[in-house]
């Protein structure tokens, strides 16, 4: 058990709805990282938040955003869904803003575009 | 642009003998690079790491070397178990704090 929770943990929807995906970092953990997981594609890197407010950003689109609040936890929304959206969400998280990559990562939340 | 590449998708050995992952990387500027492990239906785990100023690290059975010249790195597991057995994604870390994942190698351990 990393510590960092990702809720749902399976979601299914239609083209063109939208989703929130909700993660809570391990505490004390300031940082927190989305990233996506393709069908047979390595992890890409979405977006990083540090203590409320964010700090890189990857090959993020524009129909998805997200945010970290007061408390840390964080929250990844994906608006106008395509099937090719359909992939494993993972957050992880970090004590610092900076770091040597050493990320603990949540168990994902699955989602399928019908 | 793949700025970390894991060109072996797959990898099958037996147990008790030497594990070897391969990844190549582009940017000369990455400080960190790490070995993540992933089990199914688990988040990805962190195994071993080195620093750009190293060209070694060793951590028990698993042992990270790095080729800065080459742009290549590889984790030797040995001797390699069957709980060895899952995917293992090589991964980077410069002075962005993008921490950059290549797509993995699924290694299986047969006994």
């Known amino acids: 058990d990393s510590g960092v929770t990702q809720t749902p943990k399976h979601l299914i929807t239609a083209t063109g709805q939208r989703v929130t995906l909700r993660c809570s970092p391990r505490?004390?953990?300031?940082?927190v990282y989305w990233y996506q997981q393709s069908l047979d594609q390595g992890l890409q890197f979405l977006i990083q938040?540090?203590?409320?407010?964010?700090?890189a950003k990857g090959n993020i689109l524009e129909r998805f955003s997200a945010q970290q609040f007061p408390d840390l936890h964080s929250e990844l929304n994906l608006s106008s869904l395509e099937l090719g959206d359909s992939a494993l969400y993972f957050c992880?998280?970090?004590?610092?803003?900076?770091?040597?990559?050493?990320?603990?990562f949540g168990e994902g939340s699955r989602l399928t575009v019908l | 642009d793949q700025q970390v590449k894991q060109n072996s998708p797959s990898l099958s050995v037996q147990e008790g003998r030497i594990s070897i992952l391969n990844c190549d990387y582009t940017?000369?500027?990455?400080?960190?690079f790490l070995w993540y492990k992933k089990y199914p239906a688990e988040g990805p785990t962190f195994l071993i790491s080195?620093?750009?100023?190293?060209d070694k690290n060793e951590d028990g059975r698993f042992t990270v070397f790095l080729n800065k010249s080459a742009k290549h790195l590889s984790l030797h597991i040995v001797p390699s178990q069957p709980g060895d057995s899952a995917v293992y994604f090589c991964?980077?870390?410069?002075?962005?704090?993008?921490?950059?994942f290549g797509t993995g190698t699924r290694l299986q351990v047969f006994p």
């Open positions: 992880a998280s970090s004590v610092w803003s900076g770091n040597t990559g050493e990320l603990f």
């Open positions: 505490s004390g953990d300031l940082s």
């Open positions: 938040y540090y203590n409320g407010e964010e700090r």
């Open positions: 940017n000369s500027m990455f400080d960190y």
């Open positions: 080195i620093s750009s100023i190293k």
């Open positions: 991964a980077a870390i410069g002075t962005t704090d993008k921490l950059i």
